[in-house]
């Protein structure tokens, strides 16, 4: 079945510091790729996406390239903020169903 | 605008209870998605109901259920508990139809089983 895999975290930065977040994909057909943010008790939301090989996602700062030959969605910032501190989902749909498939979150701490 | 909400927000019960989650979603949206969310785990889907109706399922047993109601929020419910079900359960609202409609998510609802 379809299925994400996300680099494990926490990942430790310092402000202002460059950020890489990797993760990679398995699906039958062309699936639609996602990055979720999720703050303390706060419930998930989009951070961007990407519905078709090649396309970029990008906000706030944050960019993720949808490769389909290396099967890959890697989240990229390049100087991150103390508030960017939360925890990060990769996820993806497969083509024709709403069901959103998520990878196990990698957790961001950015100090000061 | 309201935007998803979930109620209760914390709940406490024992091995062998039920419980019944409640599910709003946001303003104009007609289909409700159910998400499972073990701590330290990304969200695992449970099912999704669109126009009263069950139309997807992910791998949970039957004692998991839900409904929808003609106002479009949902119930989840879930029978004889076990420890394993203790987490956050998530509630997403979007748009019918089978191409991607974004999903957007509530704060959730911890609970805990004893």
């Known amino acids: 079945g379809d299925s994400v895999t996300q680099m494990e975290g926490p990942v430790t930065l310092s402000e202002e510091a460059f950020l890489t977040i990797n993760c990679t994909y398995t699906?039958?057909?062309?699936?639609?790729l996602f990055w979720y943010v999720q703050y303390p008790g706060e419930g998930l939301q989009l951070l961007l996406k990407?519905?078709?090989?090649?396309d970029k996602g990008s906000n706030k700062g944050f960019e993720a390239t949808y490769r389909k030959e290396t099967t890959s969605f890697h989240l990229e910032k390049g100087s991150v903020q103390v508030s960017d501190s939360a925890v990060y989902f990769c996820?993806?749909?497969?083509?024709?169903?709403?069901?959103?498939?998520f990878g196990t979150g990698t957790r961001l701490l950015v100090s000061p | 605008d309201a935007g998803v909400t979930q109620s209760p927000t914390h709940l406490i019960k024992t091995r062998g209870q039920q419980v019944t989650l409640r599910c709003s979603p946001k303003?104009?949206?007609?289909?409700v998605s159910w998400y499972q969310q073990a701590l330290g785990q990304g969200p695992q889907f449970i099912f999704q109901?669109?126009?009263?109706?069950?139309?997807q399922r992910g791998n949970f047993p039957d004692r998991f259920s839900g409904h929808q109601f003609p106002n479009y929020s949902s119930e989840l419910n879930v029978n004889a508990l076990l420890l394993g079900d203790s987490a956050l359960y998530l509630c997403?609202?979007?748009?019918?139809?089978?191409?991607?409609?974004?999903?957007?998510f509530g704060p959730g609802t911890r609970l805990t089983v004893l």
């Open positions: 997403a609202s979007s748009l019918g139809g089978d191409n991607y409609n974004e999903q957007f």
């Open positions: 699906a039958t057909g062309y699936p639609s």
């Open positions: 990407a519905t078709k090989a090649d």
């Open positions: 996820a993806l749909q497969n083509t024709g169903f709403q069901k959103l498939v």
């Open positions: 303003s104009g949206h007609d289909t």
């Open positions: 109901y669109y126009e009263e109706e069950e139309r």
